[in-house]
């Protein structure tokens, strides 16, 4: 089937080069020229496992294309897949020029029927934008050419986008028409061989439900640190506890973690996008409005705790940090607690140096070069002349760490851990004084 995706960033790259995977006819559009380029060179702009391989054998057998050229794009695709970027606009609505702007771009430039999907986070009634976007430019060029705007919103993880695009949960189809349903089945065929993943629906149902699942999966989490805090406030430990209530089968225990916030590039715009939207129907969404302020300032629990530690003066000092991106497995810092840690201790003239097994040009890109900032080869270097480590990700790579030679390394003989990686009794053992997440015991100092 042809196929074309606007925007190659995080979900249109892995769906493209998933798609060719299975035979399909892929052409890429993206505005950005370099990343065209490099793409064509071979050069993947992401971390993602498994990503590299799939589009580069893909592009060598001429299943993907990588193009800037809009027009050879609509030209080539009966199916025409919008991913780009819905960032937040200033009032936290989800911004949407770059979905309307290819719109207008497909209808400036469509000859035949074409079956719009929307891939992208889009707020309900975006669908019914896109068409009028496109009724719109087809009417102002005199054109008379047939076309259905389809929701198909994503559910890939970033760490693990290549898995979940191949073995989806599940495939949400906004669609009333039976043309594109039918198309779309076959489109979706070689993902479903297993049992029917497509669930079909009206367009405004599946676009909510993108928002109610990250809105669902942003809230457990907010829950769990509200009681993290409360766990320190009694003197409990919140892994006890966590333990506890995940062994109910009506709670589980995915997504129960405590931690120091969820970033990313999806759970905090869109808790903030459905909020501004509920606004924007007369409804208070007070739930969703705790979600946000609950994770807001659990970004800011480690830094709380380093200036506790230090008596509120951390000028001068050197913290060694352990992870950069919003989770293990990405390059991906958008919304990162880390950066809310690193710009709060610069704030309060103490120096970081820092490690992440991927994000480390990614962390350069955004703060260049400066003086406060060192970013280290190892986790080991990172460790060097420094007072004391705090991780903000739990990456694998930091979970069984050689707590003797930290010991050695930082000053204070203290780790500040966002991510209650360790068992306290045993960073205990080593002479280490240790700070977690809810963890109220581990916290008392070590004798
Ligand atoms: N990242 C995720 O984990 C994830 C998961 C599910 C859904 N989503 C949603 O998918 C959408 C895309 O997210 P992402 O993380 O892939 O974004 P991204 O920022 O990584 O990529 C977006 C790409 O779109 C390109 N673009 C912008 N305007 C364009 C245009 N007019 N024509 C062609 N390309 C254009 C940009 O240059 C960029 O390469 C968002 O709505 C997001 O909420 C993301």
């Not at 035949?112 to 976007?133: E, F, L, M, Q």
């Not at 080869?377 to 979970?399: D, H, M, P, V, Y």
Request: hydrophobic content about 40%; overall charge neutral.
């Amino acid at each position: 089937m042809k196929v074309t995706v606007f925007g190659i960033g995080y979900v249109g790259l892995v769906q493209a080069a998933v798609l060719a995977e299975v035979g399909h006819d892929v052409v890429c559009v993206d505005v950005d020229q370099n990343k065209v380029n490099n793409l064509k060179k071979g050069i993947i702009p992401i971390y993602e496992p498994g990503l590299t391989p799939l589009v580069n054998s893909n592009f060598e057998a001429g299943r993907v294309v990588f193009t800037t050229d809009a027009a050879q794009g609509i030209k080539h695709g009966d199916v025409i897949f919008i991913a780009v970027g819905t960032p937040p606009d200033e009032d936290g609505s989800a911004d949407l020029k770059y979905v309307l702007a290819v719109a207008s771009s497909v209808a400036a430039n469509m000859q035949s029927h074409k079956i719009i999907i929307n891939k992208s986070t889009v707020p309900v009634g975006t669908a019914d934008k896109v068409t009028a976007k496109i009724t719109e430019v087809l009417k102002k060029n005199g054109k008379d050419v047939s076309f259905d705007v389809v929701s198909n919103p994503e559910f890939l993880k970033e760490g693990a986008a290549v898995n979940d695009c191949m073995r989806p949960d599940r495939i949400i189809l906004g669609t009333t028409s039976e043309r594109s349903e039918k198309k779309l089945r076959e489109l979706y065929a070689p993902f479903n061989r297993n049992h029917d993943k497509i669930i079909i629906m009206d367009v405004r149902s599946a676009e909510l439900t993108k928002y109610a699942a990250n809105c669902m999966l942003a809230t457990k989490i907010s829950f769990m640190n509200e009681m993290a805090n409360l766990a320190e406030k009694f003197g409990a430990d919140i892994e006890n506890v966590r333990k506890g209530i995940g062994s109910d089968p009506r709670i589980g225990y995915q997504f129960i973690y405590p931690g120091c916030g969820y970033g990313g590039s999806c759970f905090p715009k869109d808790v903030q996008a459905l909020i501004r939207s509920a606004t924007a129907v007369g409804y208070d969404a007070k739930v969703l409005q705790a979600v946000e302020a609950v994770n807001y300032r659990q970004k800011e629990k480690l830094f709380d705790y380093i200036m506790r530690h230090y008596n509120n003066d951390v000028k001068g000092k050197t913290i060694a940090l352990w992870g950069l991106s919003f989770k293990p497995n990405t390059d991906d810092m958008r919304e990162a607690s880390s950066r809310v840690l690193m710009e709060k201790l610069w704030e309060q003239g103490a120096k970081v140096q820092a490690y992440d097994p991927e994000a480390m040009q990614e962390t350069q890109r955004i703060y260049g070069s400066r003086p406060d900032l060192s970013l280290m080869g190892t986790k080991e270097a990172s460790l060097n002349n420094a007072s004391c480590l705090a991780i903000c990700t739990e990456w694998q790579a930091f979970r069984a760490p050689d707590f003797d030679l930290i010991k050695r390394a930082i000053s204070d003989d203290v780790i500040f851990d966002g991510r209650n990686l360790f068992e306290p009794s045993i960073v205990s053992e080593h002479g280490l004084q240790y700070y977690a997440i809810g963890r109220g015991m581990s916290v008392v100092p070590v004798v």
